[in-house]
Protein backbone atom coordinates (compact mmCIF):
# COMPACT_ATOMS: atom_id res chain seq x y z
CA UNK A 1 0.00 0.00 0.00
CA UNK A 2 1.35 3.49 -0.53
CA UNK A 3 0.47 6.38 1.41
CA UNK A 4 2.15 8.43 -1.39
CA UNK A 5 -1.06 7.60 -3.91
CA UNK A 6 -3.94 9.14 -1.22
CA UNK A 7 -5.09 12.35 0.20
CA UNK A 8 -6.07 10.59 3.17
CA UNK A 9 -5.41 7.45 5.04
CA UNK A 10 -8.47 5.67 5.47
CA UNK A 11 -10.77 8.34 5.10
CA UNK A 12 -14.00 7.99 7.33
CA UNK A 13 -16.71 6.93 4.57
CA UNK A 14 -19.92 6.60 7.48
CA UNK A 15 -21.77 3.80 6.28
CA UNK A 16 -20.53 3.86 2.19
CA UNK A 17 -19.37 0.50 2.14
CA UNK A 18 -18.06 -0.44 -1.05
CA UNK A 19 -17.67 -4.38 -2.70
CA UNK A 20 -16.11 -3.27 -5.73
CA UNK A 21 -14.89 -0.13 -7.46
CA UNK A 22 -12.47 2.96 -6.55
CA UNK A 23 -13.14 6.28 -4.42
CA UNK A 24 -11.10 8.07 -7.02
CA UNK A 25 -12.23 11.73 -5.00
CA UNK A 26 -8.90 10.50 -2.65
CA UNK A 27 -7.04 9.41 -5.31
CA UNK A 28 -3.67 11.91 -6.22
CA UNK A 29 -2.22 9.68 -8.45
CA UNK A 30 0.39 7.15 -8.68
CA UNK A 31 3.38 8.01 -6.75
CA UNK A 32 5.68 5.62 -8.84
CA UNK A 33 4.93 6.89 -12.40
CA UNK A 34 3.01 9.91 -11.20
CA UNK A 35 0.86 9.99 -13.54
CA UNK A 36 -3.22 10.49 -12.23
CA UNK A 37 -5.15 7.97 -14.84
CA UNK A 38 -7.23 5.07 -14.46
CA UNK A 39 -7.08 2.58 -11.26
CA UNK A 40 -7.42 -0.54 -12.12
CA UNK A 41 -8.25 -3.82 -9.53
CA UNK A 42 -6.75 -6.54 -9.97
CA UNK A 43 -6.06 -10.39 -7.62
CA UNK A 44 -9.62 -9.59 -6.87
CA UNK A 45 -10.92 -12.95 -4.83
CA UNK A 46 -14.33 -13.66 -2.26
CA UNK A 47 -14.40 -16.39 0.34
CA UNK A 48 -17.41 -17.63 2.04
CA UNK A 49 -16.28 -18.28 5.64
CA UNK A 50 -18.84 -19.13 8.19
CA UNK A 51 -21.39 -17.36 6.75
CA UNK A 52 -19.40 -14.34 6.22
CA UNK A 53 -18.57 -12.89 2.37
CA UNK A 54 -14.95 -11.49 2.42
CA UNK A 55 -14.04 -9.50 -0.63
CA UNK A 56 -10.34 -8.78 -1.56
CA UNK A 57 -8.62 -6.81 -4.52
CA UNK A 58 -5.81 -4.70 -4.97
CA UNK A 59 -6.05 -1.21 -6.67
CA UNK A 60 -2.95 -0.85 -9.21
CA UNK A 61 -2.35 2.18 -11.77
CA UNK A 62 -2.97 1.62 -15.23
CA UNK A 63 0.22 2.61 -16.50
CA UNK A 64 2.71 1.05 -14.27
CA UNK A 65 0.99 -1.66 -11.95
CA UNK A 66 2.22 -0.15 -8.79
CA UNK A 67 -0.14 -1.39 -6.03
CA UNK A 68 -1.94 1.62 -4.29
CA UNK A 69 -4.29 0.20 -1.67
CA UNK A 70 -5.36 -2.88 -0.95
CA UNK A 71 -9.59 -3.42 -0.36
CA UNK A 72 -11.58 -5.38 1.58
CA UNK A 73 -15.12 -5.90 2.07
CA UNK A 74 -17.01 -8.04 4.26
CA UNK A 75 -20.76 -8.84 4.27
CA UNK A 76 -22.80 -11.31 7.12
CA UNK A 77 -26.14 -11.28 8.50
CA UNK A 78 -25.91 -11.05 12.13
CA UNK A 79 -29.38 -11.45 14.00
CA UNK A 80 -32.16 -10.17 12.02
CA UNK A 81 -29.52 -7.23 10.18
CA UNK A 82 -27.38 -7.77 7.47
CA UNK A 83 -24.02 -5.96 8.41
CA UNK A 84 -21.34 -4.74 5.67
CA UNK A 85 -17.90 -3.54 6.48
CA UNK A 86 -15.12 -1.27 4.14
CA UNK A 87 -11.49 -1.39 4.82
CA UNK A 88 -8.88 0.22 2.13
CA UNK A 89 -6.17 3.13 2.43
CA UNK A 90 -7.71 4.94 -0.84
CA UNK A 91 -11.78 4.00 -0.31
CA UNK A 92 -11.65 4.62 3.38
CA UNK A 93 -13.59 2.86 6.10
CA UNK A 94 -17.45 2.53 6.63
CA UNK A 95 -19.48 0.15 8.37
CA UNK A 96 -23.39 -0.33 7.63
CA UNK A 97 -26.02 -2.48 9.50
CA UNK A 98 -29.81 -2.89 7.58
CA UNK A 99 -32.30 -4.61 9.08
CA UNK A 100 -33.30 -7.70 6.83
CA UNK A 101 -37.18 -6.90 8.88
CA UNK A 102 -39.70 -4.64 6.71
CA UNK A 103 -39.40 -2.39 9.93
CA UNK A 104 -36.37 -1.75 11.28
CA UNK A 105 -37.03 -2.30 15.35
CA UNK A 106 -34.02 0.71 15.91
CA UNK A 107 -36.09 3.36 14.03
CA UNK A 108 -39.12 2.69 15.55
CA UNK A 109 -40.29 5.60 18.05
CA UNK A 110 -41.16 4.69 21.31
CA UNK A 111 -45.22 4.37 22.06
CA UNK A 112 -44.86 6.31 25.10
Do not use: W
Not at 92 to 105: H, Q, T
Request: glycine share 6%; with cysteine; net charge negative.
Amino acid sequence: MCNGCVQKEYPDRGNTCLENGSYLMNYLGCANCHERDFVLISNKSTQDEDGEEIVTYDHVCKNCDHVIARHEYTFSVVDEYQEYTMLCMLCGKAEDSISVLPDDPRQSAPLF
